[in-house]
């Protein structure tokens, strides 16, 4: 199939899901097995564990806000369990060894949780919520690390992330084709444009597509494929905006500006002077999209991101309450700074010290918080072992922007969903030309 017809068929998806809801669990349990079945055929030879991953991956947000999911966090199972599958035919590098140790550094705080959770607390639930994000971006990390990927592999892998976020951004354009006055009713995370779902989440995924089809105006020089890169780029963009969210935007301008830069350092004089002209056709197209969306907002858009509220007063916290969330967990953190108060527990904490029962949106402050000295330990890890690698081997050019993505989301929405962690993981990939660097990709070998 090409890749319209690729796209044109998770258009249809979404259009089958918005009619047909319960349609949604016989897909995603189809597309499981499906997925499930190709990685054990083909034995995994060309990292088709890492492209299904990929896939559920991308689709964890579009099947959860339809209840398709067997669990709340089926998502980040099924990625680890695809990874692990992997893992079992292809083995990991020998240079894992601080991403084991990070995952053995998530646990003695299971065991400090099974003293400190109230009894009325489900503690299986209140694991899964806290350590499924950490333990996927561990094993997406165990499985990426040091592994040799053929820039078409690596291609493929990119596209069967973003083919769910096509079918995402077709059921938001079914559930709300168009806004106006009733549903503008402030400049507050809109669920009502986020197709009845969490906004935040929903800003997220649609930046990250947004910044996908952006990377591949520059990668691929195709007509056709750069004209239906263009057409979602500016669909996905809208439908970023228009949440409210400002962290998945934001993240996304990040991500396509850092591409950029490490992209056009890699060329030569001749093809600097073409990006050149691409990069002012993007910037024409954004003030195009902000003014478009400010338009159908009629100005709210424009309060929502200068931080004042639908009178256009200056509101007084430009963090919407997240910063006195960061500031109980880091106030946890000093009430028990060598073992935390155990996984799960920083909403209780925050509930007895700030009379609100709010989940953390910030991975940093929560690791802290719950897991005490092993999770600044933990925070380590996540941060040195990618910048070494990154002073090794300079043939990614999604590295930076991936590492961007993977710490600004986790900062505004931690690990409630598998993108952040399998992000950071593709960021460790070792992508081989093999046209280019058939030497380099031998010495890598032993």
Known sequence: MSYLQFVLMHVLIGFVIYFQRSSASILLLATWVGLFFWIILKNNRNNEALM????????????????????????????ILFLLIGMFYKGTSSKTVPFWIYLLVLFPGVVVASF??????????????NLSGPVCLG??????????ITFDHFNYVLLLLLLPLVANLSYLFFYTPSIGEALMTGTNSNYATSGGYG?????????LGAFLVCTRLFVFKDRVMNL?????LALFSYRAIITFSRGGVLTAVICIATFILIFYQKQNNFQKSSLAKKFIFLLLSAVVIWSFTAIKTEGLITYRYTNRNAAGELKSDITTGRAELIETELLAFYDSPVIGVGVGKAKKFRSEEAGTE?????EISRLLS??????????LILISVPIVFWTKFKNNYYFLAFMAFWFLTINHSAMRIALPGFVYGLALLYIVDEKKDPVHRKRLAH
């Not at 906004?199 to 930046?207: L, R």
């Open 370 to 379: 719950e897991h005490g000295m092993l999770g600044l330990v933990a925070l």
């Open 358 to 362: 709010t989940a953390s949106h910030n």
């Open 52 to 79: 299904a991953a990929a896939y559920i991956a991308g689709a964890e947000v579009f099947y959860r806000m339809n209840g398709a999911m067997i669990f709340y966090e089926t998502g980040k199972y099924s990625v």
């Open 139 to 148: 094993v997406s990390a165990l499985y990426c690390y040091y592994k040799k």
């Open 199 to 207: 906004p935040n989440q929903i800003s997220a995924v649609m930046g």
């Open 116 to 129: 400190t959770l109230d009894y009325d607390v489900v503690f299986r639930k209140a694991i899964a919520f």
């Open 228 to 232: 239906v890169d263009v057409i979602l």
